[in-house]
């Protein structure tokens, strides 16, 4: 079955850089787009980035843009998120999930998520 | 931005009883391949989400047929027929017929 294991997540401070990996298993990795999907601490889910399925088209929420990047290798099955220039508004479990489709349709399966705490 | 108006806020509901959810989108989700990319996703305390419904009615591999989805356009409905305990968590509704994709702000559910 679709297993997503998100890992990277630390304790860091305003203006560092950390980097997310989403360790993907259970289907063809090369075949879907993928995402980031982020909720701080006691609020909703907020989306933070896709690429399709080659890795080619990458699209951001404004929050992150210029910040984040998203990536994928398909070779290590694995997705990645990252995050440049961190605020403390950062901070929140990130997931990454996985889409139905080639680039963005719906998310159908998510991983445990990985906790961004950002502070001084 | 789509704008995703989830209600009620929260709702406590008798186990057997049946339960409804609505979610306002602010501009139109029907896309001209003739889909409707509004999906819906169960929060359980302490776990991630999990896609309950896909475009509007698909109920997703797994989930029980309790739950059905239905609505058009800006206006979307989710039903439990009968809420079981393992229901309850926070319901999100999601269009992704635009960017940037946003998620309604939740309805949660608790059993009384």
């Known amino acids: 079955q679709v297993q997503l294991v998100e890992s990277g997540g630390d304790v860091v401070q305003p203006g560092r850089s950390l980097r997310l990996s989403c360790a993907a298993s259970g289907f063809t990795f090369s075949s879907y787009g993928m995402h980031w999907v982020r909720q701080a601490p006691g609020k909703g889910l907020e989306w933070v980035a896709s690429l399709s399925y080659h890795g080619s088209n990458k699209y951001y929420a404004d929050s992150v843009k210029g910040r984040f990047t998203i990536s994928k290798d398909n070779s290590k099955n694995t997705l990645y998120l990252q995050m440049n220039s961190l605020r403390v508004e950062d901070t929140a479990v990130y997931y990454c999930?996985?889409?139905?489709?080639?680039?963005?349709?719906?998310?159908?399966?998510w991983g445990q998520g990985t906790l961004v705490t950002v502070s001084s | 931005d789509i704008v995703m108006t989830p209600t009620p806020l929260a709702l406590s509901v008798t186990p057997g009883q049946p339960a409804s959810i609505s979610c306002k989108s602010s501009q139109s989700l029907l896309h001209s391949d003739g889909k409707t990319y509004l999906h819906w996703y169960l929060q359980k305390p302490g776990q991630p989400p999990q896609l309950l419904i896909y475009?509007?009615?698909n109920r997703f591999s797994g989930v029980p047929d309790r739950f059905s989805g239905s609505g058009s356009g800006t206006d979307f409905t989710l039903k439990i027929s009968r809420v079981e305990a393992e229901d309850v968590g926070v319901y999100y509704c999601?269009?992704?017929?635009?960017?940037?994709?946003?998620f309604g702000g939740g309805t949660k559910v608790e059993i009384k």
């Open positions: 999930a996985k889409d139905s489709s080639i680039a963005i349709r719906c998310f159908d399966n």
């Open positions: 999601m269009q992704t017929i635009q960017l940037p994709l946003t």
């Open positions: 475009e509007v009615s």
